[in-house]
């Protein structure tokens, strides 16, 4: 089955600095590539999320990059504020007219701390 | 509220004893999956509903876990026999359709198993 690995685990950043996450995944059939952020004792919430059919998408001061040829993507963070801490999770999967039911197999979380 | 909602929010049990989680997905959906997400890990995926069909579950999901989802609607978890190491967050997400790939999550139920 698809395995995804996440790093780093944590990450210290100064306000307006900006943060990079980064996961790899094993499954080549993957094609649908999501980012959750999860502030402690809540839903994880959808920030993000690329498809295989494209290499980069941005919104605002989120940008998700994906290399399907290394099996990997990033999750990049500019100008970053305190309101940005929080556990970000990426995730991968089977998804849309593929079928595979678009389970999700998440990382392991990074938790950003964006320090004043 | 429209988006996912999950009932209880917290649960506290014996070990040994039955509990039941309900799910109520965001209205249309059809698509309704569960994930149990321990301390520092990522959500875990254990089953799926494609309206009231359950397509797919995980090896995770052993034979003391019983989900439903009888009209396509809500959704039940149960656990039967709890054991420490039940204790988690279940959340609960769905998906409008095959076309649209998004996974809006509950709260969660917190089960801790005592």
């Known amino acids: 089955g698809e395995n995804v690995e996440q790093h780093p685990s944590t990450l210290s950043v100064q306000e307006g600095d900006s943060a990079v996450i980064k996961c790899t995944y094993s499954d080549s059939a993957s094609n649908y590539f999501p980012w959750y952020k999860q502030e402690l004792g809540k839903r994880p919430q959808l920030i993000i999320d690329?498809?295989?059919?494209?290499g980069e998408k941005k919104d605002q001061r989120i940008a998700v990059t994906l290399n399907k040829t290394a099996k990997h993507f990033s999750l990049h963070i500019t100008e970053t504020q305190p309101e940005d801490s929080a556990v970000y999770f990426c995730?991968?999967?089977?998804?849309?007219?593929?079928?595979?039911?678009?389970?999700?197999?998440f990382g392991t979380g990074t938790q950003l701390k964006v320090e004043l | 509220d429209t988006g996912v909602s999950q009932d209880p929010r917290h649960k506290i049990t014996k070990r040994g004893q039955n509990v039941t989680f309900r799910c109520d997905p965001i209205?249309?959906?059809?698509?309704l999956y569960w994930y149990r997400q321990t301390l520092g890990q990522g959500p875990e995926f254990l089953t799926y509903f494609q309206n009231e069909a359950q397509l797919e579950k995980s090896r995770l999901l052993s034979d003391r876990f019983s989900a439903e989802r009888p009209k396509g609607s809500f959704s039940t978890l149960e656990i039967q026999r709890t054991e420490q190491g039940d204790s988690a967050m279940y959340l609960c997400?769905?998906?409008?359709?095959?076309?649209?790939?998004?996974?809006?999550f509950g709260p969660g139920t917190r089960l801790l198993v005592l």
């Open positions: 690329i498809r295989s059919n494209v």
């Open positions: 997400a769905s998906r409008a359709s095959q076309s649209e790939e998004t996974q809006y």
């Open positions: 209205s249309e959906h059809n698509r």
């Open positions: 995730a991968a999967s089977k998804g849309g007219l593929t079928g595979g039911g678009n389970k999700l197999t």
